[in-house]
Nanobody, 124 residues
């Protein structure tokens, strides 16, 4: 069982930045693919970014490419999502997820463990 705990959400003005963190309780964290997803009110959960296990290859949704950066610190069992140039369309609950396979996917159904989510609200 892997527990994931997100933090770092909040209220920010358009154009601002936030950094989300996701702490994992897993000794083999470095081998897991990790992903960030988000869900806005009335919308389906959507892929935001992912990072490969045992490596640094990253993947992004087109809507966040160039603005968001995913990274991981295996020594701290933590994955981060740096979000810059935020706009109101980024408002959502953000979830981190762990895939026991090292190669990530954009499909939420492939992920095995999920955090509880953290709210990000961007005001105009």
């Amino acid at each position: 069982q892997v527990q994931l705990v997100e933090s770092g959400g909040g209220l920010v003005q358009a154009g601002g930045s936030l950094r989300l963190s996701c702490a994992a309780s897993a000794r083999t964290f470095s081998s897991y693919a990790m992903g960030w997803f988000r869900q806005a009110p009335g919308k389906e959960r959507e892929f935001v970014a992912a990072i490969r296990g045992n490596g640094g290859t990253t993947y992004y949704a087109d809507s966040v490419k160039g603005r968001f950066t995913i990274s991981r610190d295996s020594a701290k069992n933590t994955v981060y999502l740096q979000m810059n140039s935020l706009n109101p369309e980024d408002t959502a609950v953000y979830y981190c997820a762990a895939d026991l396979h090292p190669i990530p996917t954009m499909s939420s159904s492939r992920y095995d463990y999920w955090g509880q989510g953290t709210q990000v609200t961007v005001s105009s």
